[in-house]
């Protein structure tokens, strides 16, 4: 296992349509995030997953968005009607939870999203 | 509510030059971590540091160092003899239970 992977790279895809993104972390990590990042700006939170639960979801996230992570092991984003306000790069992190204490994050390549 | 502020936007120095990038936070929570994670051109974001709320030991890691300040809310990391490929942007991120929180990026260029 070489790190985490995230499929698609690239995604292009007309307004109004949905799309899916899937994230395998580190096999042996029981965290896993979502974050979305635009052009100068620091990766966004949007979720984030302890084993198959998710714990905590950003304010900021519309209903449109929904994400998942059924057997504690790869997870989904999905984006429903997207919009143009929607492009940008999503990141997918996964880290090794040891009680609270909160370790490094390791990111994957990111999916760049295109809404035209 | 969390807040990373990362007030350098670009940093332009000579190689074999040291350089600190300065990071500001926010937060209620009494423990938390802090992190550096360096993004370079090839975009992969890549974790440089650590440091928990209730560590304020100052550490060098090789030619990395950190200065972490509970009472001004800072945690200032420092690269010394800069090399080019040390060019990439710089991000802050503060850890809460389950939240991270991260800066919008101190762009590092390091001429030749």
């Known amino acids: 296992d070489t790190g985490v992977s995230q499929d698609p790279r690239h995604k292009i895809t007309k307004r109004g349509q949905n799309v899916t993104f899937r994230c395998d972390p580190i096999s042996e990590h029981n965290r896993l995030y979502w974050y979305r990042q635009t052009l100068g700006q620091g990766p966004e939170f949007l979720t984030y997953f302890q084993n198959e639960a998710q714990l905590e979801k950003s304010r900021l996230l519309s209903d449109r968005f929904s994400a998942e992570r059924p057997k504690g092991s790869f997870s989904t984003l999905e984006i429903q009607r997207t919009e143009q306000g929607d492009s940008a790069m999503y990141l997918c992190a996964s880290s090794l939870a040891q009680g609270r204490v909160n370790n490094e994050q390791f990111f994957g390549p990111g999916t760049r999203l295109t809404v035209l | 509510a969390q807040k990373v502020t990362q007030a350098q936007t670009e940093i332009s120095v000579v190689e074999k030059e040291d350089v600190t990038l300065d990071c500001v936070y926010e937060?209620?929570?009494?423990?938390?971590?802090l992190f550096w994670y360096k993004q370079p051109p090839s975009g992969e974001l890549v974790f440089l540091i650590r440091r928990n709320s209730f560590d304020e030991q100052n550490e060098i890691s090789g030619r990395y160092s950190w200065n972490f300040q509970k009472s001004t809310s800072s945690f200032n990391f420092t690269i010394t003899a800069s090399q080019v490929v040390d060019s990439a942007v710089y991000f802050c991120a503060l850890s809460e239970a389950r939240k991270s929180t991260f800066g919008d990026g101190t762009t590092l260029t390091v001429k030749p």
């Open positions: 937060t209620r929570d009494t423990t938390y971590y």
